[in-house]
């Protein structure tokens, strides 16, 4: 017989909440606030790999410098910086179901000068933890930051961080297994739902008019939307609202 589960026993609400919230939108919010209360996560960048060649952006958030994630994932992908990830040589052959966390400090040696600066010196960041998990459909690659000091001595046990790694990477597997148009709209997620219309038809390729009959609203508010929408993304062109969400 299983021996009798202590009262200490229990998945916090957080977790539960996490949980409950998979497949939708409100993931979003609920996820990133328990990797910062529960682990101080002070950025949390989430990228995929499909073909393991190109990655695109999930999820960016810094949570005291807004500017700072969009810009960084903005620069990664489109300029495509993740050659010279010391990761991506893992993100792009890691098996089916197999999952690896990498610390910062493992690392750090292999990183070019310009790589280092662009990514930690000038943003100021001291340790992170990168988690990478492959799956049938593609290979997901989470990255938690901190600034302030590094990562608590619960991560010193390798145990501790490799079952925070598999629950963290199979939660952002679960969620985009759920709901697949999440994944393939990235960034997008986090705008409104009118704002998610105008950027979904404008990465169609569709001029504002043809959005705004599509939409059934004026070309006006189109232009408002898109501006919103850019704004909330970092960005100010076409090509930027591209690079990040292909």
């Known amino acids: 017989m299983p021996s009798q589960m202590t009262p200490d026993w229990s998945p916090s609400s957080q977790v539960l909440q996490v949980l ?5 939108h409100s993931f979003y919010d609920v996820f990133l606030d328990w990797l910062h209360e529960e682990f101080g996560t002070e950025q949390c960048m989430v990228f995929y790999c499909a073909d393991g060649h190109q990655v695109s952006t999930l999820l960016f958030k810094d949570y005291a410098r807004e500017a700072s994630a969009r810009q960084l994932a903005e620069a990664y992908v489109e300029e495509r910086h993740y050659l010279q990830d010391p990761n991506f040589s893992i ?7 197999e999952v690896q966390v990498v610390r910062f400090d493992s690392v750090s040696s292999d990183m070019g000068l310009h790589y280092r600066k662009a990514f930690f010196e000038s943003p100021g960041f001291l340790d992170k933890l990168a988690i990478i998990r492959g799956t049938e459909a593609g290979n997901y690659y989470v990255n938690l930051y901190r600034r302030s000091s590094r990562f608590d ?3 010193d046990d390798h145990d501790f961080t490799r079952r925070v790694g598999a629950l ?7 969620h985009f297994a759920l709901n697949e148009r999440l994944r393939l709209e990235g960034p997008l997620a986090f705008l ?18 043809a959005i705004a009959a599509e939409l059934d609203i004026a070309a006006s508010s189109v232009i408002t939307y898109r501006k919103r929408a850019y704004e909330k993304l970092g960005i100010t062109s076409r090509a930027q609202l591209f690079a990040l969400c292909t």
């Open 20 to 24: 409950e919230q998979l497949g939708t």
């Open 91 to 97: 993100l792009k052959t890691i098996a089916p179901g």
């Open 153 to 155: 001595s619960r991560f």
């Open 168 to 174: 963290i990477s199979v939660l952002i597997c679960k």
């Open 192 to 209: 409104s739902e009118r704002e998610q219309q105008v950027c979904r038809a404008v990465l169609r390729g569709k001029k504002n008019e």
